[in-house]
């Protein structure tokens, strides 16, 4: 039976990235359906709406959903819910994709390219899962007013029992298929939200007896991540700290041009974008690096389509690829090999 997916290239390098991860997916001869829509900024600029209505549909019946990236300073004065983010919290939510798995790998090959001492980040293999539907991004009330000649803005931070529930399964799975660890992050001395959330993951904790969990507060987290991060195996945590904590990490690794990304539903689909953004400077150049798309095409095969064959042969591609020294300049060093995004793009469908 056929399987479709749902191809947004979106703003900047998007397009540039995904032609890539697109190249190697035909490459596998799997049969997949692909088909393109707009998002973001580009979405704006057709159809006046960031995830316009068509682009809905399309990822409603798709069954998964590769995404390049979004934004960029051109859309920064459209009034908020015109602008290119509206379309990626949006389509997060449409989806109900409350869960972000964001691996932070680093390759041997790439040790030097971290600003880290090689001792520190040398075999550093974690995975931060951050709950994407909820918390302060969603919360209501919010806005911007004005009391008594002064303007306040407001912001509700908000997690159900159930909602946290929720994602603390999904990480107890996550650490169990990996190293049995898991560290639930939050800021439960400050924040009544997050002492519930802390609750909640003690209470799942008997559930799942071959893991070990341990709590952190999130300034101790952040600082953490930097000073010993391979004490980590899996951190879960809400939205806003997710996504504070997910971008730190992927510079232990050298590049966030490299971190893929996973959002899922409660039944396997997924929206794979790269962890990076648009990159707006360096868009039309032809020099992004495309890996991080193409290894979340990876995860694409592994937890959405359970092909476990196919993620391994697209992940073992750009390993060979980096041992035979191409760096895109996020990553190049001297006595590399300086590669362009399509030069990387041949050089992983070689491999495959």
């Given at each position: 039976m056929s399987k479709k997916i749902c191809i947004l290239p979106g703003d900047g390098i998007g397009p540039e990235i995904t032609a890539e991860a697109v190249r190697v997916l035909n490459a596998l001869h799997l049969g997949f359906e692909m088909e393109t829509a707009l998002l973001g900024g580009a979405a704006v600029d057709a159809a006046g709406d960031p995830y316009p209505e068509a682009t809905r549909k399309l990822a409603a019946e798709a069954d998964a959903v590769l995404l390049g990236a979004v934004g960029g300073p051109r859309w920064d004065n459209l009034p908020r819910e015109k602008r290119p983010e509206k379309g990626l919290l949006g389509i997060r939510k449409h989806l109900n994709l409350f869960a972000n798995l964001r691996p932070a790998m680093l390759y041997p090959e790439l040790a030097n390219a971290s600003t880290l001492k090689p001792e520190i980040v040398s075999g550093l293999d974690i995975l931060i899962v951050r709950e994407l539907t909820g918390d302060i991004y969603f919360g209501q009330p919010r806005?911007?007013?004005s009391h008594s000649g002064e303007r306040f803005g407001f912001n509700t931070m908000r997690y159900t029992e159930s909602e946290i529930r929720r994602i603390g399964r999904v990480a107890f799975e996550a650490a169990r298929r990996r190293h049995r660890k898991l560290c639930s992050v939050d800021k439960m001395n400050v924040l009544e939200t997050t002492q519930l959330w802390r609750d909640v993951m003690n209470e799942l904790a008997p559930e799942y007896p071959d893991v070990a969990l341990s709590h952190m507060l999130v300034d101790n987290a952040a600082m953490?991540?930097?000073r010993?991060?391979?004490?980590?195996?899996?951190?879960?945590?809400?939205?806003?700290?997710?996504?504070i904590l997910s971008d730190e990490a992927s510079m232990l690794t050298g590049s966030?041009?490299?971190?893929?990304?996973?959002?899922?539903?409660?039944n396997g689909k997924g929206l794979y974008e790269p962890s990076h953004g648009s990159a707006p400077d360096i868009s039309g150049q032809g020099v992004a690096n495309p890996l991080a798309t193409i290894l979340s095409a990876a995860l694409m095969l592994r937890y959405t389509f359970a092909l476990e064959d196919a993620a391994l042969a697209v992940e073992g591609a750009v390993k060979k690829v980096l041992a035979q020294g191409l760096r895109t300049g996020d990553i190049y060093e001297p006595g590399m090999i300086r590669a362009g995004t399509k030069q990387m793009g041949d050089a992983v469908l070689a491999a495959l």
């Open positions: 806005g911007i007013e953490q991540l930097v010993a991060p391979k004490q980590f195996d899996v951190i879960v945590t809400g939205n806003m700290f997710g996504d966030i041009g490299m971190l893929p990304s996973a959002s899922l539903d409660e």
